[in-house]
């Protein structure tokens, strides 16, 4: 935690995650039962003091950070509440590229008895992680918001082993997993979720009335996504260090498509079809970055490549007539009008 001190020497800090205010604003304003499920969340910068700063936003002392918190009637409607954010964060990384393994985790001082990390595979990753290969094959399309198909999805991922170094037992590993689909690697943690009961609820009083007259303290869950770190979890997993091309997911990609004309000072005729081929885009709501510099031309491909647009259109010595060089960035060059690529990139944007 980040410690300070005021005028008056008195210690304070600035809070890793927000338990005890968000239970008091709760506690504050619910009365019934019949207000909940309650769901409050927020996204904001957060601090910590962190001993080793490193791999730029990846483990910094200064975050962006989204946390929900969940406040249920019952233990039921509780696991209920977990298992949708369970499904909403498959769901999420699912949109952005990213393969997140959900892995049993130790709750730490957030405390309660049940907690999932949701990790990427990435061997500049702090998390060691030990899990059945098959894990990978799971997907959660089909599941619904209802609580038995959640429950049954839920069932599907507990058939694999599946956990952080904290919560790593070598016997019961070698038990569960053969040889041939054991996997020990490293990971990249990019959420966190939390089911804690009455851990907060019950010693600041967060209590709603049931029916009878009766009370009783709201069970609760947090959930936490690091926002800042993600684009350094994308670039790790979608950045080919080989060839030197980054392709960011086209749901968070700061460009859908670079145009790349060549350019010499004595004919801009390509730089003049880069700009009406954007107009067409940005009527379909297509956005698009043209590189209108007067350089080596495999040097503006090279810095395009790095930019990771996840579409490229080049316009060189064999562009003609209606055909354009279009390519996925990272895969081949195709020749299409350019009614077909708007038609594929809209479509792959839709189905995001």
């Known amino acids: 935690m980040l410690r300070i001190t005021d005028r008056q020497n008195r210690e304070m ?21 019949k207000s909940l499920p309650q769901l409050l969340y927020h996204i904001q910068w957060k601090f910590r003091d962190e001993i080793r700063p490193r791999f730029g936003i990846m483990r910094g002392r200064e975050f962006y950070m989204k946390d929900a918190y969940s406040f249920d009637v019952s233990d039921e409607e509780a696991f209920y509440s ?31 008895n049940l907690s999932h990390e949701f990790i990427i595979l990435a061997d500049t990753g702090e998390s060691k992680i030990f899990t059945d ?19 049954s999805m839920r069932e599907k ?8 170094d904290e919560k790593f037992n070598k016997e019961e590993f070698e038990k569960n997993v053969s040889k041939e689909n054991q996997l020990i690697t490293k990971g990249i943690e990019v959420g966190h979720i939390f089911y804690f009961g009455d851990k907060y609820s019950k010693p600041m009083g967060a209590s709603v009335d049931l029916p009878g007259g009766k009370k009783d303290f709201v069970k609760m869950g947090s959930y936490g996504i690091g926002v800042s770190r993600l684009v350094g979890a994308i670039i790790e997993a979608k950045y080919d260090d080989k060839n030197e091309i980054m392709k960011w997911p ?15 000072k004595n004919d801009t005729s390509a730089l003049d ?14 956005d698009a970055i043209i590189d209108d510099t007067d350089e080596n031309f495999s040097s503006k491909i090279k810095k ?6 996840p579409y490229q259109i080049i316009i060189g010595k064999k562009s003609e007539g209606d055909l354009l060089e279009f390519k996925e960035t990272g895969e081949e060059t195709q020749n299409l009008p350019l009614s077909k690529i708007i038609e594929i990139i809209t479509k792959r944007k839709n189905s995001i």
């Open 250 to 264: 086209l749901s968070v990609a700061p460009y859908d498509i670079a145009i790349i004309p060549m350019i010499n």
């Open 133 to 151: 290969k098959r894990i990978f094959n799971l997907d959660s399309d089909d599941t619904q918001l209802e609580k038995a198909s959640l429950e």
């Open 157 to 164: 991922y507990k058939q694999f082993y599946a956990v952080t």
């Open 13 to 33: 800090l600035y809070g890793p995650t927000n338990e005890e205010q968000v239970t008091e604003i709760f506690r504050s304003s619910i009365k019934s039962y």
């Open 82 to 112: 977990y298992n949708k954010f369970f499904l909403s964060y498959l769901r999420t990384f699912k949109r952005l590229s990213l393969t997140a393994i959900p892995m049993a985790a130790d709750t730490g001082p957030i405390g309660g």
């Open 304 to 309: 395009m490549n790095l930019i990771g647009a």
């Open 273 to 286: 079809k880069a700009n009406n081929i954007n107009k067409e885009l940005l009527k379909n709501n297509i």
